[in-house]
């Protein structure tokens, strides 16, 4: 039924109204306490106590009509959702990522799962709880030295405590710590053979050296950094995360001025030597039946081709190497990416036959035995998990494929072991 609103006068009853009554309750309420008419060309708007809901009556002709206008109850569920969105996009920054999670393939598990193993032990703290610390330390190698700290050289045999009880001394008590020695530089002084031309035997033209040096390899043995330390500024990079500008700041606190060109130079010149190696990883890679893809945006300065706020990628493929019938290998491998176009992102892959699984990228699309990955399909749903654990409907949706990881986890394990044939798990 439509109403030209335009011929109507509008009339707002203040307070809350119960929003419970129907047109007859509301209309006794227009005579009795606005003393007005209803059955007038009038509009008459109640609003409840929350102010989320509206209600209407109109006299229109021989009948007196009832409104409810579900526009303003639709307005509240919008601005209910949108509350929902703001929340999840204000914590979600600081919601740990999927692939910074050391349990890439067992988070959805883990969500839904309660602790079961043990309780967790809480310690009472005014106004608030925190979990109890347990120092779990890695049992040391049995040759570990022990240097002995004595506190008891001027100890009495005998001691009267703040209320004059006497107290005798008995075995000591032993406290263990563990210590560390700061790092120690010494240097490596490397001898190799190196020969002088013998004048009778030639005339060197001018520019050509008279001196040859043995050297096992040029590149790395010319400079003054040797293998240790070099691997120690790897170690620091890429499993401690500590960037070269803070190693040069390290370096330099210890008292060795290197800087970050410099450190960066190192690296270089060692990457060049184990380039066989990564060769060989990525020949077990593509040897395995199933390859995990995955690429992600990175900043490269100084690129002759591209301008540094050009996005580059670094793209990691991980993937199962058989040795042989009882002997498997997870592989990981790093590889610079200047884009991901499809031709790029399917260099080394366009003639492998095993099944690779990416996030859903359009440039995979095209793979014969392409799969797309659980972890990145639910993200989102996850993300509302980790701030609103009563939504139920995302629960359900989790738990259901929390099952499909299972039985995913399951066939996947079959099949690099060799156990499953591809047919089978291709169905």
Known sequence: MFFNFNDYTFYLRPGKTDMRKRSSSLSFLIQDEMNLNPFEKCVFVFCSGNKTIIKAIVWDKNELIYQLLSTNEKLTEDINDLKEILRLKSIQPF??????????????????????????????????????????????????????????????????????????????????????????????RHFYPQYKLKEFEANKEDGEKNII??????????????????????????????????????????????????LSNWLLRYFNLIKPLQDRLKYHILSSNLINQD???????KIPESKPSTTHFMMVRVGVSNIDEKTTHKIVQYQYLSNRKKDTLNEDTKDYNGFIMTDGLKGYLDLNNHLNCWVHAIRQFKAILKINKKATDTLILVSLVNELYKVENRLRKQYEKGLLAKESFNK
């Open 95 to 188: 919601i740990p990522s999927t692939e910074q999670t050391g349990y890439l393939f067992d988070e959805m598990e883990l969500l839904i799962t309660a602790l079961t193993e043990e309780e967790e032990k809480l310690i009472e703290v005014k106004e608030h709880s925190r979990k109890k610390v347990s120092h779990k330390v890695k049992e040391l190698d049995s040759d570990t030295p022990i240097v002995n700290v004595d506190h008891c050289e001027d100890a009495d045999d005998e001691i009267v405590d703040n209320n004059g009880y006497l107290y005798t001394r008995i075995e000591d008590k032993i406290v263990e710590k563990i210590a560390i020695q700061p790092s120690s530089y010494y240097i490596e």
């Open 213 to 262: 040096v043995q050297f096992n390899n040029k590149e790395t043995d010319t400079i003054i950094a040797s293998s240790s330390l070099v691997a120690k500024v790897v170690t620091r990079k890429y499993n401690d995360q500590l960037p070269l500008y803070r190693q040069e700041a390290i370096f330099k606190r210890e008292g060795l001025e290197f800087s970050r060109q410099t």
């Open 295 to 301: 690429e992600t945006p990175v900043q490269v300065l």
